[in-house]
């Protein structure tokens, strides 16, 4: 009985370190990195840094941001895709993600499959602007002056293949107008074309926007999401949104900007971070940080970030054929 109970005592300590070399360490066991696919001081950058403030307290954990611009995204979605799945390695996607399936003949990771979407951090506004001096007081005006002389109205866009782009090829399809657009190389380059008179109107994110229709530069119109900005100014008219007219109904167009990590993360640490994000995200104080750069606070389930995706991928892919852009 004795030699039996050594030999089961014997046993079960061989068994410990077996045991602790199964288990998984606790999430997060290091410092947190999210690449975002764009430079510094834009508005995916400003909204990174701010959730990643947060998140960083909460955590116990520096979080912190690797700046890796170029190539639409596509580095910076390469480095994520294959890095280590543990959850301390995170992709701040974006339209551009979504964009990217349709505009690329090819890429070195799936959209898809290779990213295990986290939360959406939240939604910015793509607006419409005319020049102050221009005859078109209102988004009714500009559209029927479109339909009333094709060909005649010349709408500025960012680079072929951006969101702002897409978004204004989808507003002329749509809007059934017969309309140029016009593709400038960054925002400076499209406001000074509007302001010179060489295009009547721009599509661009509203965000950068803000300081020339402050200073009465450029009249905003409206905007393409779903609903209208919520910091108006208040001795200014509502914005518009482009849905409110007529046979626009189903029109709704946003930028976004979301978290995910590698494919093969584990739930539960994919989990836990969906439901940091949420928490940073519901905090009134970081409501009204990102209201500040225009952006609306939205936080989602991974499931829901993943149709999200799903429905962005297949829109733009739609439009970039129907314009006929060549896949790059």
């Not at 089961?8 to 602790?20: N, T």
């Not at 480095?79 to 690329?104: C, I, Q, R, W, Y």
């Not at 020049?131 to 866009?157: C, D």
């Not at 189903?250 to 900007?257: E, G, H, K, Q």
Request: net charge positive; hydrophobic share 45%; glycine share 8%.
């Amino acid at each position: 009985m004795f030699n039996r109970r050594l030999c089961l005592q014997a046993l079960a300590m061989g068994a410990l370190p077996m045991a602790g070399a199964n288990a998984q360490p606790s999430f997060p066991s290091k410092p947190l990195r999210i690449v975002v696919p764009f430079g510094a001081g834009g508005v995916a950058d400003l909204t990174a840094r701010a959730v990643a403030q947060k998140l960083s307290e909460n955590l116990g954990q520096a979080v912190v941001i690797d700046n890796r611009p170029g190539a639409g995204g596509i580095v910076a979605g390469e480095l994520v895709a294959k890095a280590e799945p543990d959850g301390h390695t995170l992709l701040l996607m974006s339209n551009g993600t979504a964009v990217s399936a349709g505009l690329f003949k090819s890429l070195p990771f799936n959209p898809r499959t290779d990213f295990a979407p986290v939360s959406m951090l939240g939604l910015f506004d793509i607006a419409i602007v005319v020049p102050e001096s221009s005859p078109h007081k209102s988004l009714a005006n500009l559209l029927s002056f479109g339909r009333a002389n094709p060909g005649l109205l010349n709408i500025g866009t960012i680079n072929i293949g951006s969101t702002q782009h897409l978004a204004a090829e989808l507003f002329r399809t749509q809007a059934n107008l017969i309309a140029q657009i016009i593709p400038y190389n960054g925002t400076p380059a499209v406001i000074n074309a509007l302001r010179g008179g060489q295009v009547d109107a721009v599509v661009e994110i509203l965000g950068p926007l803000r300081p020339q229709i402050d200073a009465k530069a450029v009249r905003l119109l409206g905007v393409m999401g779903a609903t209208r900005p919520k910091n108006q100014p208040k001795d200014q008219p509502p914005v518009p949104v482009v849905r409110e007219l007529p046979g626009l109904s189903n029109f709704d167009v946003s930028s976004w900007n979301a978290l995910a990590a590698p494919g093969k993360t584990p739930k539960a640490v994919v989990d836990r971070l969906s439901a940091e994000v949420a928490k940073v995200l519901a905090a009134p104080d970081m409501v009204q940080r990102l209201a500040g750069f225009n952006v609306e606070a939205k936080a989602s389930t991974p499931a829901q970030l993943a149709q999200w995706l799903d429905a962005d991928i297949k829109r733009w892919t739609e439009v970039i054929q129907k314009a006929g852009i060549p896949q790059q």
